[in-house]
């Protein structure tokens, strides 16, 4: 089965310094895989994914992740965190019939 | 708004007591899924729809669960008998076919209290 795990429970960031939320994957086969954020009481936006070529993609809000295969990773990153960055990230992978399989999320917190 | 709509937004309901829950997804998209959250987790999938036809459901998708998506547009989600354990957000996705790396746009979700 294809599955993600997501390390860390909370990242802690000040504002303008940069955020990185760690994923790693586990898949048989190219990986298809996805960063959603998720606002209190919202339901999940897309923010990228990654589905072949350029190992870095760029995606919604300044965000972009890096892809790395020798080391089965996915992170997600941004340069310079806001405060309204503060929200809950999930990584996801492709399964059968495209459904997600997600992880268990990180809450990020940018201190002003 | 030409999102992923969900209704109602809400839900308390009593154990042993029957809810419907509907989701509205972007017009043109034909794929159709079904998540739940609970507190602390990841969305986990439940079941999901190529226009009318439900092609797969999850094992967590115990018998009193009942998804139908008549005529290929809305869905409902049906929990008969409730219990406390069903308590959690239900959240429905879209997507477009037949790229397999299309993304799913979300619903703002239903949450359920089961007293």
């Known amino acids: 089965a294809q599955s993600v795990a997501q390390p860390e429970d909370q990242v802690n960031v000040a504002e303008g310094n940069p955020l990185t939320v760690k994923c790693t994957y586990s898949v048989s086969g190219n990986p298809y895989l996805f960063w959603y954020v998720q606002y209190p009481n919202r339901g999940l936006q897309f923010l990228l994914k990654?589905?072949?070529?350029?190992?870095l993609v760029k995606g919604s809000y300044g965000f972009e992740a890096e892809f790395n295969k020798s080391q089965t990773s996915f992170h997600l990153k941004k340069p310079s965190a806001l405060v309204s960055d503060s929200a809950l990230y999930f990584c996801?992978?492709?399964?059968?019939?495209?459904?997600?399989?997600f992880g268990k999320g990180n809450q990020v917190v940018v201190i002003p | 708004d030409t999102g992923v709509s969900q209704d109602p937004r809400h839900k308390i309901t009593k154990r042993g007591q029957n809810v419907t829950f509907r989701c509205d997804p972007i017009s043109e998209h034909n794929r159709l899924y079904w998540y739940r959250q609970t507190l602390g987790q990841g969305p986990e999938f439940l079941t999901y729809?190529?226009?009318?036809?439900?092609?797969?459901k999850s094992r967590l998708l115990s018998d009193r669960f009942s998804a139908e998506r008549p005529k290929g547009s809305f869905s409902t989600l049906e929990i008969q008998r409730t219990e406390q354990g069903d308590s959690a957000m239900y959240l429905c996705?879209?997507?477009?076919?037949?790229?397999?790396?299309?993304?799913?746009?979300f619903g703002p979700g239903t949450r359920l209290t089961v007293l």
């Open positions: 996705a879209s997507s477009e076919s037949p790229y397999s790396y299309n993304e799913q746009f």
């Open positions: 729809f190529q226009n009318e036809a439900q092609l797969e």
């Open positions: 996801a992978v492709r399964e059968r019939n495209n459904r997600l399989a």
């Open positions: 990654y589905i072949t070529g350029d190992n």
